[in-house]
Structure formats: structure tokens, C-alpha cells
């Protein structure tokens, strides 16, 4: 199929990247608001667009079992999942990266329950930061179906080995639809290449046992193996970016993009679809003359302190918008990390957490706005609060009325 623009979900331009990849096994169990990206991975296989091994399982743990069993085994494997479903097969998801299997899962970002909730927010992927696998976010369907494709060559490259999430919003993205420029089925295929696993279980010249007993004897080393291949993996995303950005025509956007950023006194950090949402509001401020500027974080794990500080150095006051929860902790769980990445610079930015759009709470142009509010007040050397919630009802005690 020659390069189109097609109107597309995230959720189907997921199965577009996946079909053009062509996995040899896919591992499928429904969950809103995944359900529909492995539905229409289940037409290619329908229509004979790919030679994958579609395996329908009885649950997300037996998913990611399944996708266990056929990565040792030397098979380009993927999945996807949403929320519970990726909570469900967490410790499974453990051992994917333990073992260090490059599996590709796109995670339709919803709310963990409870109470039961089907609608957007980011707490299934944190769950699941420090787990080992690399985390990639996206702000539209277009990069949604980009970074699946990328997500294969970062993570079966011999220096990681290391499975991968990539994360879009339920709902705003994943059954949102947009032009997608979908690219050359052929130049795909090339792009990702063949699967070439360096130890498969069952090459009968190289025997080996997966899943042994590790206790403390070799247990660290093999944690410190994951740790160096993340470090590698910096790197390694860096040059699959802009290889993908040099072959196909596309914006490169390394760890982040920046928008608005080189003279910037203020900045919000964002991910996934809010990021859009913030650009509007830069926008509009820019033609008020303030200079306020954007992060749209792409990748989340590795985290990129040190690029981030780079490019905040200028900015005297940030806002990291998160959207989960860390319960007991001090503000938002990506803020935490991006103020400890700035902590080091001489003249560091002011940083304050803002957590908003829990359970798929809406999130309009008018709350992103209050946040520069805040900001403006820091820059001109007032006093906000350092954690706040957007769009959220006051606690009020409980009353009981006679």
C-alpha cells in the first residue's frame, strides 16, 4: 500500500502499525477502551494482510504469559492492553522485562479501578514505571501509529532488549479519529526489519533455562543488566527517531518536543493528548505577547532528566501536569522526577505539580489557562500553592441532614 492519508482512531491506526509489522504472534484478550485496536488487528488476520499467530486468551495474565512464552522462544511478539487488564498482568509484565524480551504492547491509558471507571487517566502506566519496560507516550493517533512502529526496533536492538509500552489516551485518542498519514506497507517492513532473537529457547545449539530460581547469589546482577540496557536504550531512541524521521519524511522528536520554548520565561510539561491542548493555550497567550512555552513528553521511561534540564535551564517557572495520583507522595509521580532532575542547576526553574483529568475528568483550554495564571503570579514573584488539582469539587466534610 503506497503512503495515504487515511481517517483513522488510535486505537486503528495501532492495528495499522501492527499489521504493516506483521508480528508473528499476537496474544489478544478485550478490555475497554483497548478492545477495538485488537478487533481490528483481528480483521487483517481475518483478511489475510498478515501471517501472525492470533492466540485468544482467557485473560490479560494469560496475554502477557503468552507473549512470555513466544518471545523465548524467538518470536516477534506484541499485545496490547488497558487498566486492569495491564494490572491484572503485572507480574508477568515483571518477568517480560526480567527476562529481557522485546515485546511491543500498546496500553490504552484508562483509570484503575475503583471505584470502576472506563474513561482516561494515566495511573495503569505508572503502575508499571518501574517494572523495566521502556515507556513511550502519544499525543495523537499519528504518533500513536509511529511510535508502535519505532517501538519494535527500540526494543529488539541487541544493546536493550528490553519490552515496550506505547501509551495513547483512552478515548480522546484511542476511538478520537483523524487524518493519519499511514506510510508504504514495504518501507515499514524495511524500516523494522526481520526478527533475528540473539537467544532463542529453542535453538537445540545453544540450550537454555528460562525463568530459574535467582535468589541472591545472581539475583543483583541480572537487575543491574536491566539497568544498563535502559541506560542503553537513551541512545538507541534517539537514533531510531531519527532514522524513522530521515526515511519517512516526519518530525523528529527525540525524547520531547518542545514547543515554544527557545525564549520561554514560564512552561508547562505535559503528556500524551493534554499536550495538545496546552499548545492551544500557548498559542493564545504568544499573541498576548507572554512568553509561555511547552514540553509534550514523549518518553517517560528512560527518563530524560538531564535533556530536560537542558532545555528548561532559561525558564524561570514550570508546571508539570500529571494526570494519576501518588498517593503519600509530594505531588504528581512525573514531577517528582522532573524536580529532582532540576535540582542540581545553579539557577533552577520554581516548579509546581498540577494533577487533574483522574477518571476522564475533563480538561479544558480554561484549566491549562489557570496554570499559567499560577505561573505568571510565581514569575512575578508571588506565592502559589506547590501541589493543586485542576477541575476538581472542594472536600467537603460529610453532613447528615435530619
Known amino acids: 500500500m503506497p503512503e495515504k492519508k487515511l481517517a483513522l482512531t488510535g486505537n ?12 508473528d504472534v499476537v496474544a489478544a484478550y478485550p478490555i475497554t477502551p483497548q478492545t477495538n485496536l485488537m478487533q481490528k488487528f483481528a480483521d487483517f488476520h481475518a483478511d489475510g494482510d498478515v501471517s501472525t499467530e492470533l492466540i485468544l486468551v482467557e485473560s490479560e495474565h494469560s496475554a502477557m504469559s503468552a507473549c512470555v512464552g513466544s518471545e523465548a522462544a524467538g518470536a516477534r511478539t506484541m499485545t496490547a492492553t488497558s487498566a486492569n487488564g495491564l494490572a491484572l498482568m503485572v507480574e508477568i509484565v515483571y518477568i517480560a522485562a526480567s527476562l529481557r524480551l522485546p515485546i511491543v504492547m500498546p496500553v490504552v491509558n484508562r483509570a484503575l479501578s475503583g471505584p470502576i471507571n472506563i474513561h482516561c487517566d494515566h495511573s495503569d502506566a505508572m503502575l508499571c514505571r518501574d517494572s523495566g519496560w521502556i515507556q513511550l507516550y502519544c499525543v495523537n493517533a499519528q504518533e500513536a501509529y509511529e511510535n508502535t512502529i519505532q517501538a519494535i526496533r527500540i526494543a529488539e ?4 532488549l528490553l519490552p515496550v509500552m506505547v501509551n495513547f489516551d483512552g478515548f480522546i485518542t484511542s476511538h478520537g479519529m483523524e487524518n493519519v498519514l499511514i ?3 514495504e518501507k515499514v517492513k524495511k524500516f523494522v526489519g526481520e526478527y533475528h532473537p540473539q ?11 528460562i525463568g530459574p530460581l535467582d535468589l541472591h547469589d545472581y539475583y543483583f546482577e541480572h537487575k543491574r543488566g536491566q539497568i544498563d540496557a535502559m541506560e542503553a536504550a537513551r ?5 531510531v527517531s531519527g532514522e524513522f524521521a ?3 519524511g516526519t518530525r523528529n522528536d527525540g525524547y520531547f518536543r518542545a514547543y515554544k520554548l527557545e525564549d520561554a520565561e514560564m512552561a508547562i510539561v505535559v503528556l500524551n493528548s493534554t499536550g495538545g491542548t496546552v499548545n492551544i493555550v500557548v498559542d493564545r497567550l504568544r499573541e498576548q505577547g507572554k512568553k509561555a512555552g511547552a514540553i509534550n513528553l514523549r518518553v517517560f521511561r528512560p527518563f530524560p532528566g538531564e535533556e530536560l534540564a537542558e532545555a528548561l535551564a532559561h525558564v524561570k517557572c514550570v508546571a508539570m501536569m500529571d494526570r494519576a495520583v501518588s498517593f503519600g507522595a509530594m505531588g504528581g509521580p512525573i514531577y517528582n522526577e522532573l524536580r529532582s532532575a532540576l535540582y542540581e542547576m545553579d539557577s533552577r526553574p520554581a516548579v509546581i505539580s498540577r494533577m487533574y483529568g483522574l477518571g476522564g475528568r475533563q480538561i479544558e483550554t480554561s484549566h491549562i489557562e489557570e496554570v499559567f495564571d499560577d505561573l505568571f503570579r510565581l514569575l512575578g514573584g508571588g506565592s502559589v500553592d506547590e501541589y493543586g488539582y485542576l477541575n476538581v469539587r472542594q472536600h467537603e466534610p460529610a453532613t447528615v441532614k435530619a
Open 235 to 239: 541512545k538507541v531512541i534517539l537514533d
Open 199 to 209: 537467544y532463542p529457547l529453542l535453538d537445540p545449539a545453544l540450550p537454555l533455562t
Open 157 to 160: 536492538h541487541p544493546d536493550v
Open 246 to 248: 530521515k526515511e519517512f
Open 12 to 23: 486503528q491506526a495501532a492495528a495499522y502499525a501492527m499489521m504493516q509489522i506483521d508480528p
Open 183 to 185: 506510510h508504504d506497507d
